[in-house]
């Protein structure tokens, strides 16, 4: 089975609804992260988390919101989905910091079209 | 902040011949780490090879292997004996001390039989 699982895989909506993805973990690690990819570009952070009681903007948290319902889930929020929020979005995990333990893992990817 | 540039946005290997994506990167930080994420057409991110920047010795794993110049913030990656399951992008990423990674925008790499 898979460390890091998404759901939905692919989501199609319109413009104005209101759209959860979440994230599931299965590596017991305490940071989560959520990215998102643009045809042709690389990811770019929304949210992270480092604990359960810890929620921090990355570089392009607007018009999103995040929920760490627990250690092992992290969900992220459109809360009036559009167009240009189409993309591919990304689940990540790390442990703590230091030797090999910050390396973050991916899950497979939710993608989204915003019609 | 941090920047990453890959500067190859495509580039083309036969099979078993040896290729060297590039990647450069920009900060102020002594502490950081590197990495080269590979992301085929199923569109997973899979980690390919890290790097300590306080190490000297360059990173290998198995055909993969990082030539990093910590003075020029280089850090490029070669595949050798290249296989048609490496036709993928790669992106490098870097780490900075709070656990923030920044990824360049990509190098598409395609094997050809």
């Known amino acids: 089975d898979a460390d890091v699982t998404q759901t939905p895989r692919n989501r199609i909506t319109k413009t104005g609804k209101r759209i959860m993805l979440e994230c599931s973990q299965t590596k017991g690690h305490d940071r989560m992260y959520w990215y998102r990819q643009d045809p042709g570009l690389g990811l770019r952070l929304i949210y992270y988390?480092?604990?359960?009681?810890?929620?921090n903007k990355g570089e392009i948290s607007d018009g999103y919101s995040v929920s760490r319902q627990a250690q092992a889930k992290f969900s992220l929020s459109l809360e009036s989905a559009i167009p240009n929020q189409t993309a591919l979005y990304f689940c990540?995990?790390?442990?703590?910091?230091?030797?090999?333990?910050?390396?973050?893992?991916f899950g497979p990817g939710t993608r989204l079209t915003v019609l | 902040a941090q920047t990453v540039t890959q500067s190859q946005p495509e580039m083309s290997v036969q099979e078993a011949e040896t290729v060297t994506l590039s990647c450069t990167y920009d900060?102020?930080?002594?502490?950081?780490?590197l990495f080269w994420y590979k992301q085929p057409p199923s569109r997973q991110m899979i980690l390919v090879i890290r790097q300590e920047a306080y190490k000297q010795q360059n990173a290998t794993e198995n055909r993969f292997s990082v030539n990093f110049q910590k003075a020029a913030k280089s850090f490029s990656l070669k595949i050798s004996d290249s296989q048609l399951g490496d036709t993928a992008m790669y992106f490098c990423a870097f780490l900075n001390a709070g656990n923030m990674l920044t990824f360049g925008g990509g190098t598409r790499l395609m094997v050809k039989p």
């Open positions: 988390s480092f604990d359960v009681k810890d929620i």
């Open positions: 990540a995990t790390s442990d703590l910091p230091g030797q090999e333990r910050d390396t973050q893992y």
């Open positions: 900060t102020s930080e002594n502490n950081y780490y």
